[in-house]
C-alpha cells in the first residue's frame, strides 16, 4: 500500500468513526425533537467524548474549542467535550525518527547533544520531546503528527455537520460566522514556523510583564511541521495545585494569567484565544509559563474599541452605548430585545472589572463558570429569533470564558477592576495600530485575513 493510500485509508476510517459519532448521536435527538422520543443527551455526549478522546489531531481541539462557545452546542455536550485532553497515544520512535529525518535531513540525530525517544506530552496536533542542542541548551522539540493538513480538512467536514444539525434544532446561536473563524485558525495552526513568529512576537509583547515566561524559538532547528523552542521547567496547573499553594501564590499566578492575555489585547489589539490548561505551566517560581502559541487572533483597533464601549455602557446602565458597541462589534441587525438579552452576558463578564474591590472572578455557587447566565441568554436569544455572532467575537469570547474558568479553580481572590485599569487606560486607538503594525513586523507574523 501506497503512502497515499495508506493516507486515504486513515482518513477514512476516520471519517466513519467521527461519522458514525455524530450521525448516531444527531439522529438520536433528532428523533427527540420531530417524535417527542425521549433520549438521554447525557449519555449521548458521554458517547461523543468517547470517540473524540481516542482520536488524535484537530477533532480534539474543536470538541474543547466548542466547549467554551456559549451554547454552541447542548450543554450535556459542553460539559463532557470540555474534559478532553488532548492526551492521545503518541508516535513511537521509529515514526519519530522517520518524521524527524523528513523535517531536519538524514543526519538529524547529530544536530542534538540528546533527543528522548519518549514523548513527554502528546497534544491534539502533534507531539513534544526533550532535547539538548550540542551547545548545551535544553530545548522542547514539537513534532506535527502526519497527514495533519487532510486530518483537518476531515474534522471540519464533520464538525459542519454536527453544528448544521445542532442549527435546525436550535437557532439561538447562529453558527456560520463561528466555523469559518475556527477553520482559519486551525489551518494557521498547522504552520509551525507561524507559531515561531508569533513566539517571538508573544516575547516581545510580554517583555516587561513581570511572573510571564515566553519560550525563544530555534530557527535552525524550525520548520513548517517541527517547531524547536527552549525549555521551560515547570509543573502541569493540577501538580502544581496539588501542592497546595496558598491564597497569595494562587493570586500572583491569577493575575499574570490576565496580564499575559490582556495586555497583549488591549495594546496590540492580539489575544491569544486557547486558554487551555495544556497551553501554560507553573515555573518552579511561581511565574507562569506559557508554552503555545499557535491559536493567535489579530484584531482591528475599532474592535478592541468596542469592547471598552461596552464595558463603559454596562458601568453605566446605558442601553443607547451598548446597542452601538454591538453594532462595533459586527453584531449586525438585532433588536432591542436582543441587547437587552445581550446586556446580561456583558453584566456577568464585566461586573468583575467594575467593581473596584477584591473578588472572586464569580460569585455565587455555581462550580462551572458563566453556565447559568448563558443557559438565560440562550433561552433569551432562542425567544427573540437568534444572533449571528462575528468572527472577531468568537475568540474574545473563548478567551474570557476559558480564562474565568482557570480564575475559579485558582481560587483567585483579586481586584480584577484595578488590573483592568492598569491596562486599558492609556489605550488609543491610532497607538494601538501603530504599535500592532510594529510588533507583527519585527516578530515576522502575517496578518491573518
Known amino acids: 500500500m501506497t503512502a497515499r493510500e495508506t493516507s486515504m485509508f486513515g482518513e477514512v476510517r476516520r471519517l466513519a468513526r467521527t461519522s458514525g459519532a455524530v450521525g448516531g448521536i444527531a439522529a438520536r435527538i433528532a428523533g427527540e425533537k420531530v417524535f417527542g422520543i425521549k433520549t438521554d443527551q447525557a449519555k449521548h455526549a458521554e458517547d461523543l467524548k468517547s470517540v473524540l478522546g481516542g482520536l488524535k489531531g484537530p477533532m480534539m481541539k474543536v470538541a474543547q474549542f466548542l466547549s467554551t462557545v456559549p451554547d454552541a452546542l447542548p450543554p450535556e455536550y459542553a460539559a463532557q467535550l470540555a474534559e478532553l485532553q488532548a492526551n492521545a497515544p503518541p508516535m513511537g520512535w521509529p515514526f519519530v525518527r522517520r518524521r524527524m529525518a523528513g523535517e531536519l535531513g538524514p543526519g538529524w540525530e547529530t544536530k542534538f547533544k540528546s533527543f528522548s525517544r519518549e514523548a513527554l506530552a502528546a497534544a491534539s496536533l502533534g507531539q513534544v520531546h526533550h532535547a539538548t542542542l550540542p551547545d548545551g541548551r535544553e530545548v522542547a522539540v514539537k513534532l506535527q503528527y502526519p497527514d495533519m493538513p487532510n486530518i483537518v480538512e476531515a474534522d471540519l467536514r464533520q464538525v459542519k455537520l454536527a453544528m448544521a444539525v445542532y442549527k435546525r434544532m436550535d ?6 460566522e463561528i466555523y469559518v473563524e475556527l477553520s482559519e485558525r486551525l489551518r494557521e495552526e498547522l504552520d509551525y514556523t507561524r507559531e515561531a513568529a508569533q513566539m517571538r512576537l508573544y516575547a516581545a509583547m510580554l517583555r516587561d510583564v513581570p511572573d510571564v515566561n515566553v519560550p525563544a524559538p530555534i530557527p535552525d532547528y524550525t520548520t513548517k511541521r517541527l517547531i524547536t523552542m527552549s525549555w521551560l521547567n515547570g509543573y502541569s496547573f493540577k501538580a502544581w495545585l496539588e501542592q497546595n499553594p496558598s491564597q497569595e501564590q494562587r493570586n500572583r499566578l491569577a493575575a499574570a494569567l490576565f496580564r499575559a492575555w490582556y495586555i497583549p489585547f488591549y495594546r496590540y489589539g492580539i489575544i491569544h484565544g486557547d486558554p487551555h490548561l495544556g497551553n501554560y505551566q507553573v515555573s518552579e517560581s511561581g511565574a507562569l509559563n506559557l508554552l503555545d502559541y499557535g491559536s493567535i ?13 461596552l464595558h463603559a455602557a454596562v458601568r453605566d446602565n446605558d442601553f443607547s452605548r451598548a446597542a452601538h458597541a454591538y453594532d462595533i462589534w459586527g453584531f449586525k441587525g438585532i433588536t432591542g430585545e436582543q441587547v437587552h438579552v445581550l446586556n446580561d452576558w456583558a453584566r456577568f463578564l464585566y461586573e468583575p ?17 458563566g453556565r447559568e447566565v448563558a443557559q438565560k441568554v440562550h433561552a433569551g436569544l432562542k425567544r427573540t429569533g437568534g444572533v449571528r455572532p462575528p468572527r472577531e467575537f468568537v475568540l474574545m469570547d473563548r478567551s474570557a470564558i476559558g480564562l474565568g474558568g482557570v480564575f475559579m479553580r485558582l481560587g483567585a481572590e483579586l481586584n480584577w477592576a484595578k488590573l483592568f485599569h492598569e491596562t486599558v487606560d492609556d489605550f488609543n ?7 500592532q503594525e510594529d510588533a507583527l513586523q519585527a516578530a515576522g507574523v502575517p496578518r491573518p485575513r
Do not use: H
Open 171 to 176: 437557532n439561538a446561536i447562529i453558527q456560520d
Open 297 to 309: 487572533r489579530v484584531f482591528e483597533s475599532k474592535f478592541v474599541a468596542g469592547v471598552l464601549e
Open 353 to 369: 472589572l467594575i467593581q473596584d474591590r477584591i473578588r472572586p472572578i464569580q460569585e455565587g455557587n455555581s462550580t462551572e463558570f
Open 429 to 435: 486607538e491610532a497607538a494601538l495600530m501603530a504599535r
